[in-house]
């Protein structure tokens, strides 16, 4: 079905339907200008990020409903790198004529799929016409007690320096998939030439033989065996609000916190230059999945490179006070990796031979 058969208002009523609302905070949704929500004495914690076509995701290898999942998460994982609880999202798009009904179905399909599974209400947004493809704006709300809220500012010298799960996995999913689709491409390219020289020496049968050969690229499937982890990784990743509840349950209360969206690397930078402090982190300590281990060296790419700069794990990166070391200790799924200095000290990466190397902030750039 075509969007404009619809209309705005129409699409919205179509994606609204079926949604309802959680949480007793949520005093309107969905129908009027603004959504409304009430917290009481609770501090409200507000997230937006834009996501554009061919800067931040590719639909040649990303589905609707995968973009919409990844899309919530992103925002999700925010609330919870602040220790905070997602209550409200609200989302904006921008569609060119190419994308139908059906699509932003898809889309709303994971976006919704992902809320459900922290509790999160969608509770309104925008939509307008795009010349150049998709863009997406989500902007998630949630809430935590003043005392509970943990920013980057607050790492201390001695503090021990955690990440939870593992690194580098979604990047290593990005290159599967960028070295997949150039695969396709190339022999897309190569079946058009043969073709084109058809078409010019008037050679029928070679002509027929290359549009079947075209015709079949649409079945074209490319060599992800073994490998689902690492596409997870980068196409459904998951807020990790698991932890913050693991946190919370062992007694301990980050003294900073970030997600790991842009790379190890330029987290640690951030926390470190807001909180006025250098760190060491220990290259044997970085976890690493067994799977990306083996595709870095199928892609002759270091391992380290790829866990300190590839971003996109959406997990926690957090500092806790030296006397929760034996707690931290106990917890499945997070890492010590290092601790915080004094600022003058810098940051830096103790290699597994000793060496000292500066962190250099390395990981993704929109706008270079």
């Known amino acids: 079905m075509d969007i404009s058969k619809l209309g705005e208002f129409g699409l919205i009523d179509r994606l609204a339907s079926g949604i309802a609302t959680n949480n007793s905070s ?33 639909l040649t290898y990303i589905s609707m409903r ?31 004529k190419r994308f139908t009904v059906e699509d932003v179905e898809q889309f709303y399909a994971g976006l919704k799929e992902a809320c459900a599974k922290w509790n999160v209400d969608i ?47 979604a990047y290593m999913g990005l290159q599967i998939l960028e070295r997949e689709k150039s695969v396709y491409y190339q022999q897309l390219r190569e079946v058009q030439t043969k073709l084109d020289n058809a078409i010019k020496q008037g050679d029928k049968g070679q002509e027929a033989a ?9 079945d074209y499937q490319p060599d992800f ?8 990784r980068q196409l459904m990743p998951e807020a990790r609000g ?41 290259e044997k300590n970085i976890p690493i999945d067994y799977q990306t281990a083996i595709t870095c060296e199928e ?40 601790h915080i200095t004094r600022e003058e000290l810098g940051c830096r990466l103790i290699s597994r031979d000793g060496n000292e190397f500066d962190i250099l902030a390395q990981g993704w750039n929109p706008l270079k």
Not at 319 to 332: M, N, R, S, W, Y
């Open 66 to 96: 995968q973009l919409g999942y990844k899309s919530a998460m992103v925002n999700i994982s925010d609330v919870f790198a602040m220790n905070g609880t997602p209550r409200q999202m609200l989302v904006s798009l921008a569609l060119s």
């Open 299 to 338: 892609f002759n790419m270091n391992l380290t490179t790829a866990a300190m700069n590839g971003g996109e794990d959406y997990e926690l990166l957090f500092t806790v006070p030296i006397g929760d070391h034996a707690k931290i200790e106990a917890l499945d799924d997070v890492r010590m990796i290092g």
């Open 210 to 218: 290359a549009r079947r050969q075209l015709d079949g690229m649409s």
């Open 242 to 282: 698991d932890i913050i509840e693991k946190l919370k349950q062992a007694g301990i209360r980050p003294t900073s916190m970030m997600d790991i969206s842009d790379g190890l690397s330029s987290e640690l930078l951030h926390i470190c230059k807001q909180s006025h402090a250098g760190c060491r982190i220990y």
């Open 123 to 169: 509770v309104g947004g925008d939509t307008t016409s795009s010349m150049t493809g998709m863009a997406i704006s989500i902007t998630c709300m949630g809430e935590a007690a003043k005392d509970d809220v943990v920013r980057r500012s607050g790492a201390r010298e001695t503090d021990l320096i955690c990440v939870s799960g593992n690194l580098g996995a």
């Open 225 to 232: 065996a073994g490998k689902e982890y690492l596409l997870d």
């Open 26 to 58: 949520t005093v309107t949704g969905i129908g009027d200008d603004c959504a409304v929500m009430e917290y009481g004495n609770k501090q409200t914690l507000v997230t937006t990020d834009m996501l554009m076509e061919g800067i931040h995701f590719d």
